[in-house]
């Protein structure tokens, strides 16, 4: 299970001067290389008292601002976000020996923000969301699919469905973003961008 890592070097000559911008680089080399998922990130947050957890969910968009994923306000991670705002994103492109962590602050979207988003879901998606009373233990598959089609005969003829109140976004407000290129014999590019002031510096991490 050992394997060697060749494809390329990551340097600091040519580097995006934000983390940002270099991150869209590498997001649209991922988009071209067609892979499964590109936008899978592992969100890894932690209780008042740190008791850490992590599961995977998608990225939804990024900006200078941070970067944007949508959940329910009732599960789990929404619970530690509130108690604990911090959070840690990874992203894992294996077939291009390629890594990211973004570290930071979280908000919520505007009710505006997570509407548009809500609406512009699959109408599936916007029922499940309703049916789903996230990270609560249920009696039986059975239990939720009646839930789904109740909504769906409370809906029938509707394409509007609205947002739940207990449904929206979050942004990670990044603070400090690593990006990750394997090398041989372990001996990785580590390049670890980190506010200064205003802007960016860049640090090179030891492998």
Known sequence: MRREYTRAGLSEDGLAPDPVEQFGRWF???L????YE???????????DGRPSARTVLL???????????????????RELAENP????LFYWGELERQVRVEGIVERLSDEESDAYF?????????GAWASEQSRPIESREALDLRVRELEERYAGREEIP????????RVVHEAVEFWQGRESRLHDRLLYMRDGGGWKVVRLQP
């Open 28 to 30: 649209e080399e991922v």
């Open 86 to 89: 911090r959070a840690a994103l």
């Open 163 to 170: 947002r739940p109140p207990f449904w929206g976004g979050y």
């Open 38 to 48: 590109p936008n899978a990130m592992t969100l890894a947050t932690a209780t008042r």
């Open 32 to 35: 071209v290389a067609d892979l």
């Open 60 to 78: 939804k968009g990024f900006d200078e601002r941070g970067f944007v994923f949508y959940t329910s306000y009732a599960g789990r991670k929404a």
């Open 119 to 127: 609406a512009s879901r699959p109408r599936g998606n916007r029922l």
